[in-house]
Nanobody, 127 residues
Framework: QVDLVESGGGLVQAGDSLRLSCAAS????????MGWFRQAPGKEREFVAA????????YYSDTVKGRFTISRDASKNTVYLQMDSLKPEDTAVYYC????????????????????WGQGTQVTVSS
């Protein structure tokens, strides 16, 4: 069992920054992939970014590449999502997820790859 707790969401203006945190507890593995997804009202959940826990290799969706940065702190078992230059279209509930087994790179952006999910944190960007 793995518990994931997200924090750091809020209401900001376009162009502002936010940093989301995802604290993991329970059994995780060095081969884990930690990911961030988001879901806006009326839309499907979409991949945002992911990081391999042991190597630090990162993956980003094209819509956030260059604006968002994913990182991890092994000492705190925490993954971060630094979001800069936020846009109104970034408004969504952001979810943290973990896949405890090795995933092929092509599977990292797929939500079905992930075993455990957090409860989500709301990010609202006003124009």
């Amino acid at each position: 069992q793995v518990d994931l707790v997200e924090s750091g969401g809020g209401l900001v203006q376009a162009g502002d920054s936010l940093r989301l945190s995802c604290a993991a507890s329970g059994r995780t593995f060095s081969s884990s992939v930690m990911g961030w997804f988001r879901q806006a009202p009326g839309k499907e959940r979409e991949f945002v970014a992911a990081i391999r826990w042991n190597s630090g290799i990162t993956y980003y969706s094209d819509t956030v590449k260059g604006r968002f940065t994913i990182s991890r702190d092994a000492s705190k078992n925490t993954v971060y999502l630094q979001m800069d230059s936020l846009k109104p279209e970034d408004t969504a509930v952001y979810y943290c997820a973990v896949d405890r087994s090795y995933s092929r790179p092509q599977d990292v952006p797929k939500s079905r790859t992930y075993d455990y999910w957090g409860q989500g944190t709301q990010v609202t960007v006003s124009s």
